[in-house]
């Protein structure tokens, strides 16, 4: 049995995908696929146990990729306000919630070009448009978070979110903190490019959430 290190939760809040953490944790190759399975649940917690079987590699060919090894997950009914705890430890690990980010998918000129869950216990999305400008969504534990200085506030929902600047001028990040996770989206140009302030806001403002 293996512990994981986060989990995200879907919109239909009953499909679950965990990150083990096994990529970076353990140097060689899975024989079986990861499996997921709930070892117990009441009106509070869900625990959910990561088992594979693991054959060690030789130093010489070790390799890892830096990203979490997902296993994935179904419940009966739908998560609510239970707690995931992992069945090794008994503990809770951070959990994102589709339903506390946009859902840049549906604004069809946006197509994901990448996405995982890390074994540092973050969960980060990319996405691109035709003209090359860039949505990055991230999410991670408040207490891990440094944030740049404030520029401006917009509302996110039933959250103020903090806007600042991301790297270069004319990339701008919001962001909104619920319960112990902050999460983030980042708008970047293309290059030679800018986006304002206000154009970043009308961007927040044309997203969809469910």
């Not at 009966?76 to 503990?91: F, I």
């Not at 000129?109 to 973050?122: A, M, Y």
């Not at 980060?124 to 991670?140: K, Y």
């Not at 996770?181 to 986006?195: A, C, D, N, R």
Request: aromatic share 8%; net charge negative.
């Amino acid at each position: 049995m293996l512990p994981w290190v986060a989990a995200v939760v879907a919109r239909d809040d009953t499909s679950i995908t965990v990150a083990t953490g096994i990529d970076s944790a353990i140097c060689g190759e899975s024989t079986r696929s990861l499996e997921a399975t709930i070892t117990r649940q009441d009106e509070t917690q869900v625990v959910i146990s990561v088992t594979t079987s693991i054959v060690r590699a030789e130093e010489e060919v070790c390799a890892t990729t830096g990203d979490a090894a997902p296993a994935f997950v179904s419940l009966q009914k739908p998560l609510g306000d239970r707690v995931l705890r992992d069945a090794t430890t008994t503990r809770p690990h951070p959990t994102y919630f589709q339903r506390d980010v946009p859902d840049v998918l549906a604004d069809k000129r946006w197509d994901p070009s990448g996405g995982h869950l890390r074994p540092d216990e973050r969960w980060f999305q990319s996405f691109r448009d035709p003209g090359g400008t860039m949505l990055l969504l991230d999410a991670q534990p408040t207490t891990r978070v440094h944030r740049p200085a404030t520029i401006a506030t917009v509302p996110i929902r039933s959250q103020q979110g903090i806007i600042t600047t991301y790297g270069a001028p004319g990339s701008w990040t919001v962001w909104w903190e619920l319960g112990q996770v902050t999460y983030s989206l980042s708008l970047i140009p293309p290059e030679s490019h800018g986006f304002t302030l206000k154009q970043f806001k009308q961007q927040l403002a044309g997203l969809r959430w469910s």
